[in-house]
């Protein structure tokens, strides 16, 4: 799927067995250093897995410079977190809309989860086009909490990012895929004060979450700590403009661990005891829907029925 700067990005689409073209759609949208292998594996294992067995068609992407997703001829990690709210999300979501002829909801995983919100507060159009969201993992960045370890860490990503051009996730085992310099450098410059704007500072995306209107689950493991918190998670939720509902998981709300940033969607555990209460989110909100008609905001014609649970 072409975006800007020449890029292409990888969209596999996954329908269930008799699913039916009116069933619900999840674009899944994978976070920091990772593709879409995270939600879904080569050997069709992964958290998109639990939500096919119920029904629904899952959207597995890669954003630029991930995964199998195509690079332009003159590649340069010339991209930052802004490109990917104005860019890379829209045109997934605009793509997998245009298609879809069932309810559609996005699920984020860490820092893109925090963006696929700024990208529907920055342009509220985009929101016609979704029933809801479910952002996991994802949280406000700044120093609240992490200490001091926090803060070498995030200015050592930086400094080594200036000096490298990108953050060498590979090399330094944080994760599969590098990422650009530029984004580093603005997690970096968001956390002394909790800013959280565009990189030349005309943008900005915490006034933009409040335009967020549209149902969305932020869920956090209670065992997370560093690049997110259940306190930080909070702060998200509570400033959205809409029907929003927070989770923590872990022992005290019934599950027999407190998962962590990874954990909380991956693994057995996330399988049996975390992934079930996301489909159980989406097939609720899936009756009322958030988008008129079809997911791409076309309206029914008249023969659709009453009670069709694709209209909002």
Do not use: C
Request: no cysteine; proline share 6%; net charge positive.
């Amino acid at each position: 799927m072409p975006t800007s700067g020449g890029h292409e990005l990888h969209l596999r689409e996954v329908r269930p067995a008799g699913g039916g073209e009116r069933a619900p759609g999840v674009l899944f949208l994978p976070g920091l250093f990772s593709d879409g292998g995270f939600f879904l594996g080569r050997s069709g294992q992964g958290p998109s897995a639990a939500f096919l067995d119920e029904g629904i068609t899952a959207y597995v992407a890669s954003l630029r410079g991930h995964g199998p997703s195509r690079r332009p001829q003159r590649f340069a990690y010339d991209w930052n977190f802004d490109t990917y709210v104005r860019h890379d999300i829209p045109d997934l979501i605009r793509a997998v809309s245009a298609t879809h002829t069932g309810p559609l909801f996005v699920l984020a995983h860490s820092m893109v989860g925090y963006a696929a919100l700024a990208a529907l507060g920055v342009e509220p159009d985009l929101q016609k086009r979704l029933a809801g969201v479910i952002t996991v993992s994802s949280a406000v960045n700044d120093y609240s909490d992490g200490g001091l370890s926090k803060r070498a860490q995030m200015t050592f990503s930086s400094v080594i990012s200036r000096l490298l051009g990108r953050f060498p996730a590979r090399a330094l085992k944080q994760g599969r895929w590098d990422e650009p310099a530029g984004l580093m450098r603005q997690f970096t410059d968001w956390a002394p004060s909790g800013a959280f704007r565009s990189a030349d500072g005309r943008t900005d995306y915490w006034q933009a979450l409040g335009r967020v209107t549209l149902p969305v689950l932020v869920g956090i493991g209670a065992g997370d700590s560093f690049h997110a918190s259940p306190a930080r998670a909070r702060k998200l939720a509570d400033h959205l403009g809409g029907a929003t509902e927070f989770t923590v998981f872990g022992r005290e709300t019934g599950l027999s661990w407190d998962p962590g940033h990874v954990d909380v969607l991956r693994g057995a555990r996330a399988q049996e005891q975390v992934l079930p209460k996301l489909v159980a989110w989406t097939r609720g909100i899936a009756p009322r829907g958030g988008a008129t008609g079809d997911a791409a905001g076309r309206t029914p014609d008249d023969t659709t029925k009453p009670d069709d649970t694709t209209k909002g």
